[in-house]
């Protein structure tokens, strides 16, 4: 079955780095990807997305400091977090667009998110 696994959500400080990993799994095929954040009482964001081209773009609050990147051997997405700050604060969701092994149309799949706090 489909499976998103993200890991690497812990507690920083402001101007740390930090790196959040997303294993997926189930798939026939997979074109897109992207990393969406959630902080209570706020909207979600998407700080990231990722084609199979390679091509990048990146929500302005994060661009310059974040990097999305993939492993295609390994079926892993990567979203790099650099100086980072109290506003990045928030649940890290992976998000991949893909057709199941299983059968099915392409649609998107959400994993479980993981949580980065980010101390002043």
């Known amino acids: 079955q489909v499976q998103l696994v993200e890991s690497g959500g812990t507690s920083v400080q402001a101007g740390d780095s930090l790196q959040l990993s997303c294993v997926f799994s189930g798939f026939a095929a997979t074109v897109t990807w992207a990393w969406y954040r959630q902080t209570p009482g706020r909207e979600r964001e998407r700080v990231a997305f990722?084609?199979?081209?390679?091509?990048?773009s990146y929500a302005e609050s994060v661009k310059g400091r974040f990097t999305i990147s993939r492993d295609a051997y390994a079926d892993t997405v990567y979203l790099q977090m650099n100086s980072l700050k109290p506003e990045d604060s928030g649940v890290y969701f992976c998000?991949?667009?893909?057709?199941?092994?299983?059968?099915?149309?392409?649609?998107?799949?959400w994993g479980q998110g993981t949580r980065v706090t980010v101390s002043p």
């Open positions: 998000v991949t667009k893909g057709r199941p092994l299983s059968g099915g149309i392409l649609k998107e799949y």
């Open positions: 990722l084609t199979r081209a390679d091509t990048m």
